[in-house]
């Protein structure tokens, strides 16, 4: 099986966005069924996600392996917790808007209080689920479980990231909460290190510096390359996939240029990476020119992701003028 079509990787780092490949959650699926291959301890539960999971293969491969809870993410998090306590390496699959909201006391006592090594993957996470409106977003996740002691926050940029965090996280002992779009994605950069905790530089500039996250990163890359192309600003772009722990080694190097930091996230601009990073640089003593982008306090409007991170200016052109902006 092949994860990650790299023979279409051709000069991946022009531009620093190569042609589009999967899905992060095919990604996912496809990492799964290789490590269930060799190891009958990995477990999935799912409620109702079999078919929005990708995970209908997965299923079919190792019936043994995969629960459905159905309807019920508390369950779903307390199974999956109890399961992992026997030795199991748990994957609880839900979408992010439910597993983080309805399950949430689940996974402050059941996982991360009692130390149980679940890795809960929120799927169609941010807006993804478009014009079912707020009710499906989840624009809350970081900051809630940003509170919760003893858990990775981990959000996957492009194909590559997808596949190191699961595998990753299958080798940890800690809970993980893995975050997953539905857009394909384009391979974002050539050089293949990637760990929890560590931001990964996607393109190197020296104007300004756009820290991203998640299916946000395309479009700093995107927005990097229309300023560098009509503008002559080189932009350094970083993948923060790691909310939490985040990378204070990296933050503090790119803050130390004292050049302006923009923040992108598909989440509130309340308790995301934004505020993650504006609360250590300012308790730090940087006092970089230093803006958020992400939703605001309001209900989104209503329209697919793209029509919305349009609209909110998590997109190329927004993060092109919101640059030019703070470059003044």
């Known amino acids: 099986m092949v994860l990650i079509k790299t023979d279409s990787i051709v000069d991946a780092t022009i531009d620093n966005i190569a042609v589009a490949q999967q899905t992060n959650l095919e990604v996912f699926s496809g990492v799964l069924q290789l490590l269930a291959e060799?190891?009958?301890?990995?477990?999935?539960?799912?409620?109702?996600?079999?078919?929005?999971?990708?995970?209908?293969?997965?299923?079919?491969?190792?019936?043994?392996?995969?629960?459905e809870v159905g309807i019920a993410e508390q369950n779903l998090v307390g199974v999956s917790a109890g399961i992992a306590s026997t030795g199991k390496k748990v994957f609880a699959v839900s979408p992010a808007c439910f597993l983080t909201a309805r399950a949430l006391e689940q996974i402050k006592n059941d996982v991360a209080y009692s130390n149980n090594p679940v890795t809960l993957v929120g799927i169609s996470a941010g807006v993804s689920y478009g014009a079912?409106?707020?009710?499906?977003?989840?624009?809350?996740?970081?900051?809630?479980?940003?509170?919760?002691?003893?858990?990775?926050?981990?959000?996957?940029?492009?194909?590559?990231?997808?596949?190191?965090?699961?595998?990753?996280?299958?080798?940890?002992?800690?809970?993980?909460?893995?975050?997953?779009?539905?857009?394909?994605?384009?391979?974002?950069?050539?050089?293949?290190?990637?760990?929890?905790g560590k931001g990964r530089v996607i393109r190197e500039g020296s104007d300004l510096t756009i820290i991203a996250t998640g299916?946000?990163?395309?479009?700093?890359?995107?927005?990097?390359?229309?300023?560098?192309?009509?503008?002559?600003?080189?932009?350094?772009?970083?993948?923060?996939?790691?909310?939490?722990?985040?990378?204070?080694?990296?933050?503090?190097?790119?803050?130390?240029?004292?050049?302006?930091?923009?923040t992108v996230e598909e989440h509130s601009v309340y308790g995301g990476l934004g505020e993650a990073c504006a609360s250590f640089l300012i308790q730090n003593n940087f006092r970089n020119r230093f803006k958020i982008i992400g939703i605001p306090d309001e209900y989104t409007v209503t329209g697919s992701q793209q029509e919305i991170f349009n609209h909110y200016g998590i997109s190329e052109d927004g993060i092109t003028q919101t640059a030019l902006a703070l470059l003044g």
């Open 38 to 67: 060799t190891d009958k301890d990995i477990i999935v539960v799912t409620s109702d996600s079999r078919g929005s999971g990708k995970l209908v293969p997965f299923g079919q491969k190792f019936p043994d392996q995969i629960i």
């Open 132 to 196: 079912l409106g707020s009710t499906h977003h989840s624009l809350h996740d970081f900051a809630v479980l940003r509170t919760i002691h003893n858990l990775i926050i981990v959000a996957p940029a492009d194909n590559f990231e997808a596949e190191q965090a699961v595998k990753l996280a299958a080798e940890t002992d800690l809970p993980v909460y893995i975050r997953f779009g539905k857009k394909s994605m384009p391979l974002l950069s050539a050089e293949k290190s990637f760990e929890f």
């Open 215 to 262: 299916e946000t990163v395309e479009h700093a890359c995107r927005a990097a390359r229309k300023l560098e192309r009509e503008y002559n600003l080189v932009a350094t772009v970083v993948s923060m996939h790691t909310i939490k722990p985040l990378d204070y080694n990296l933050l503090s190097d790119v803050a130390a240029w004292d050049k302006p930091i923009i």
